[in-house]
C-alpha cells in the first residue's frame, strides 16, 4: 500500500495532498493599519514529484507576469499535478497598487535579496520570500518585463548552476535564452545560493500588456512543468526549433538628447552600420544617426522618443553564425498563434 503524501507547510498552514488553497502571508500593516499581505496560490499534488515556484510583480509595474500567472493557474493540466506549485502573482503588492517598479521606501525588491527580518520594508519582503517561498523549492520561474517605457523580446535569463536548469531554459522554448551574469541582491543569486536556480523570463513592457509576450510565458511554463514531468503533455506542444542561444549583449546609447525616429524593433536582425535611428533636436537642424555597432538580434528597445543623452537606446544580442533568427522567431511566433490560450478572451 502506497504510503499517503504529507501535507505541504507554509507558513501557519498545512495544505492535504490532492488540493489547492490561496494563502496570505503576512507582510506589513500600512500607515492608515491596513494588513498587507502576500498572496500564495499551492497546487499540492496527491504523488510526489518536485516542488516549483512561479511568481511576478518583484517589481510592481511588471503586470505581465500577474496575467501568465493567473493563466496559469486556470490551465487544466494542474487537474492531476505532480509535486508542487506555488504560485506568487504578484511580490511586491506595494508597486503593483501604487503602478511603481519600487517599495515605498524607495528601494528595488530585487537588489534586497536575501534580505532580513530585521532590515528595510525591502528587506522584510526578500527575507519571507526566501524563507516561505525559495527554502522549499527545487526550482522557480520568475516573470518580469522591461521597465517602463521600454520593451523586450520574450527570452529566459538564466545562470545555472547545474546542469539540467539550462535543459528547463530550453524547454521553455523562449525565442532567446541568455546567460547573464548574476547581479548582486537579486532574487536570483539569492537562490542560487542556496541551491535553487531560478529561470527569470523577461518580455514586453511595464505596465501594459502584450498578448503574444504572455502566451510565450503561458506555454513555456507548461512545458517546464512537463519536462520535470509535474504535469502530462497533453495540449503542450514541444517547441519545433530551438532557442537562440546567448551569452552577450550590449545597450546602443544616446549620444545626445533629443527626439527619437526609430527605424529597427524587438526581433529584428541587424548588421554592423545597419541604419536603427535618428535622434533630431527639436528644431530639426541638428540630426545625428544611429548605427548598429556589430551584428545581432535586437531583444530591447526604448518606446520612448523624449531622450537624454546616454539613455538606452536597443539592446542587442550576439548571434552565433550558425543560428537563423529570423526562422526561429518565425516558427515560434507560428506556433503561439495555434497554442490554445487557456482563458476565454484575448487580450486586445
Known sequence: MTKAREPFEIGTHRIAPGTRVTIDLPVSVL??????TMSVHVAHGRRPGPVVFV???VHGDEVIGVEIARRILRAPNLDNLKGTLLVIPIVNSFGFLNHSRYLPDRRDLNRSFPGSVRGSLAGRLANLFMTEIV??????????????????LPQIRVSPSRPDTMLLAEAF???VILTSKLREGSLRQAAQEKGVDILLYEAGEGL???????RAGVSGILRVLRKLEMVSGKGIARPKVPSIQTSASSWVRAPAGGLLRTF??????????????????PFGEVEKEIEAPEDGLIIGRT????????DGL?????VRRKDDPERTLDSLNSQLEADPLFDEDEII
Open 135 to 152: 527554502s522549499r523549492c527545487d526550482c522557480g520561474i520568475d516573470l518580469h518585463s522591461a521597465a517602463i517605457h521600454r520593451t523586450n
Open 264 to 281: 529597427k524593433s524587438i526581433g529584428e536582425v541587424v548588421y554592423a552600420g545597419d541604419l536603427l535611428g535618428i535622434i533630431s533636436d
Open 208 to 214: 501594459r500588456f502584450d498578448e503574444m509576450a504572455i
Open 31 to 36: 500607515s492608515d493599519h491596513t494588513p498587507v
Open 55 to 57: 511568481s511576478a510583480a
Open 303 to 310: 518606446n520612448l522618443p523624449v531622450l537624454n543623452e546616454g
Open 314 to 318: 536597443f539592446h542587442i544580442a550576439e
Open 173 to 175: 522554448g523562449a525565442p
